[in-house]
Nanobody, 124 residues
Framework: QVQLVESGGGLVQAGGSLRLSCVAS????????MGWFRQVPGKEREFVAT????????RYADSVKGRFTISRENAKNTVYLQMNSLKPEDTAVYYC?????????????????WGQGTQVTVSS
């Protein structure tokens, strides 16, 4: 069982930056793929970014490409999402996800473990 705890959300003005962190419990973090997803009320959860076990492969949603960066520190059991040039449409609850497979995935159903979410609000 893996537990994920996100932090770093908050209120920021458009054009600003935030860095989300997700700390995972357990000893096998380095063998998990990790992902960030987001959800707004009334809409389905949407893919944001994913990273493979080593950090060598990353993938992004088109809507965040060039503005967001996903990274990980396996020694700290932590994955990050650096969000720059934030826009009001980035407002959502952001969720960290993990799965015991090595390669990346953009599909939420392919992640077994989820955090509780952290709210990001971008004002115009």
């Amino acid at each position: 069982q893996v537990q994920l705890v996100e932090s770093g959300g908050g209120l920021v003005q458009a054009g600003g930056s935030l860095r989300l962190s997700c700390v995972a419990s357990g000893r096998t973090f380095s063998s998990y793929r990790m992902g960030w997803f987001r959800q707004v009320p009334g809409k389905e959860r949407e893919f944001v970014a994913t990273i493979n076990w080593s950090g060598g492969t990353t993938r992004y949603a088109d809507s965040v490409k060039g503005r967001f960066t996903i990274s990980r520190e396996n020694a700290k059991n932590t994955v990050y999402l650096q969000m720059n040039s934030l826009k009001p449409e980035d407002t959502a609850v952001y969720y960290c996800a993990a799965d015991r497979r090595l390669i990346t995935s953009v599909v939420s159903d392919e992640y077994a473990y989820w955090g509780q979410g952290t709210q990001v609000t971008v004002s115009s």
